[in-house]
């Protein structure tokens, strides 16, 4: 789901849409001053651009973090299923 960082006048509020935003925390950020520029020409919300770009920073970090914790296992799986098969194959319909 793509979500928009233009926040048109009628857009709602995250409590308006049902959901209950986490309590906010006010930080200090050092930008590009041509990024800040060309974002306000184009009326992007800052904080929220910023809070998504977080987001997704930390939800690829988890993932490489659960990943690497996990290798092990995934492959020894990956190395039974390749030495003995999948153990219910020859259940399998298709």
Same mark, same amino acid.
């Given at each position: 789901?793509?979500?928009?960082?233009?926040? @048109? @006048?009628?857009?709602?509020?995250?409590?308006?849409?049902?959901?209950?935003?986490? @309590?906010?925390?006010?930080?200090?950020?050092?930008?590009?001053?041509?990024?800040?520029?060309?974002?306000?020409?184009?009326?992007?919300?800052?904080?929220?651009?910023?809070?998504?770009?977080?987001?997704?920073?930390?939800?690829?970090?988890?993932?490489?973090?659960?990943?690497?914790?996990?290798?092990?296992?995934?492959?020894?799986?990956?190395?039974?299923?390749?030495?003995?098969?999948? @153990?219910?194959?020859?259940?399998?319909?298709?």
């Amino acid at each position: 789901m793509t979500r928009s960082l233009v926040r @048109p @006048p009628e857009a709602k509020s995250s409590r308006q849409h049902g959901r209950s935003p986490s @309590p906010r925390r006010s930080t200090n950020l050092t930008l590009s001053a041509d990024l800040v520029a060309d974002a306000q020409k184009l009326a992007v919300n800052l904080s929220q651009a910023a809070e998504l770009g977080i987001a997704a920073a930390v939800k690829q970090r988890q993932q490489e973090i659960w990943l690497a914790e996990n290798r092990d296992a995934m492959e020894s799986s990956n190395a039974y299923v390749e030495a003995q098969g999948l @153990p219910l194959a020859k259940y399998r319909n298709f």
